[in-house]
């Protein structure tokens, strides 16, 4: 049987780190991406490889469409050098980052940069890839919680409406693709502990306790309390899930 082939954008640390790794250990091959955390992606190779998985790491600043052709051939190059194939099975889009700012503080500038990121990078790195892509294949993009009504907190406007879009073009894709057997779901992180806004539950650790009490289960998400919940979407436990947002918060603001 041929190994499935994985890609997940943003792998270098948190969330996308977690699916990249516990994608492997599942005896799929990643192609796991990073922007400025070169460091970061190598650590994610080794550990994969550790287990006895195969990944290759490649470069993407999903904020920069215009690159996403070369990228598609550099993805060509990688399946064909490292696995013999002409496509791949799952695509993750994972890679992010967060601005706060309250709604009246917004800039354009900020805005445009969020957007750029968060829905137009994965509307269009889908998009470029799709001719590379399986029949039969899952796609997982990772939303937030703050697109929803029980994750709704001031300072995230810009970043709340670019979730809350990637959400909604998960539907559409799920539509679209399924006539060729693709399945395309969201998860909705809650709040995990990730780098995400330079580090921001390192740097403000007195925000965790309250976070912490308002969560059901609680305790603060965990990278892995995300990434397992990817590789399940993704694996043959989701053969029959398509179009949904699963929220993977520990039930917060239950």
Request: hydrophobic share 40%.
């Amino acid at each position: 049987m041929t190994m499935r082939i994985a890609i997940v954008t943003g792998a270098s640390s948190g969330i996308g780190q977690s699916a990249a790794i516990q994608i492997a250990r599942r005896g799929t091959g990643v192609i796991l991406t990073y922007h400025g955390n070169q460091a970061g992606a190598s650590d994610t190779v080794a550990k994969i490889e550790e287990d006895g998985g195969t990944a290759v790491a490649l470069r993407l600043d999903t904020g920069r469409s215009e690159t996403f052709p070369a990228f598609r051939d550099s993805v060509a190059a990688v399946l064909r050098d490292t696995w013999q194939r002409e496509t791949f099975d799952h695509l993750v889009n994972n890679a992010g980052h967060s601005r706060m700012a309250r709604f009246e503080d917004t800039t354009e500038e900020m805005f445009d940069g969020l957007m750029r990121v968060l829905l137009k990078g994965p509307y269009f790195l889908t998009q470029t890839l799709r001719p590379l892509l399986a029949d039969g294949g899952a796609i997982v993009n990772v939303t937030s919680n703050s697109a929803s009504s029980a994750g709704l907190e001031p300072g995230y406007s810009a970043y709340g409406t670019m979730k809350g879009g990637l959400v909604v073009l998960t539907r559409y894709l799920a539509k679209e693709f399924s006539q060729h057997g693709i399945r395309v779901n969201s998860v909705s992180p809650g709040s995990t502990r990730t780098r995400i806004a330079d580090d921001a539950f390192a740097r403000h650790p007195e925000v965790i306790p309250g976070l912490v009490a308002r969560t059901a289960l609680g305790r603060l998400g965990e990278p892995d309390d995300v990434g397992v919940a990817i590789a399940a979407l993704l694996g043959d436990e989701g053969r029959w899930i398509t179009a949904q947002n699963i929220e993977v918060s520990g039930g917060y603001n239950l």
